[in-house]
Nanobody, 125 residues
């Protein structure tokens, strides 16, 4: 079992930056591939970024490539999402998620087993 708690959301002006954190419980964090997703009002949850268990592989949605960076610190049981050059269309609730143990990274939300409660990111124009 993995419990995930996101933090770092807030209100920021367009062009600004935020760093989201996701703290995981348990002693086997390094055995879980992780992902970030987001959901805007009236829209489906969409993939943002994913990272392998070791952190050596990362993948991004085209809409955030070059602006967002996913990373992890396995010693701190934490995965991060650094968001730069934010746009109003990035406004959403952001969720971190964990794949089932030992499964590789994925962009599909239905392939994730554990989810955090979400953190709101609002980008004003």
């Amino acid at each position: 079992q993995v419990q995930l708690v996101e933090s770092g959301g807030g209100l920021v002006q367009a062009g600004g930056s935020l760093r989201l954190s996701c703290a995981a419980s348990g002693r086997t964090f390094s055995s879980y591939a992780m992902g970030w997703f987001r959901q805007a009002p009236g829209k489906e949850r969409e993939f943002v970024a994913t990272i392998s268990m070791s952190g050596g592989r990362t993948y991004y949605a085209d809409s955030v490539k070059g602006r967002f960076t996913i990373s992890r610190d396995n010693a701190k049981n934490t995965v991060y999402l650094q968001m730069n050059s934010l746009k109003p269309e990035d406004t959403a609730v952001y969720y971190c998620a964990a794949r089932p143990i030992y499964y590789s990274e994925s962009s599909q939300p239905n392939e994730y087993a554990y989810w955090g409660q979400g953190t709101q990111v609002t980008v004003s124009s």
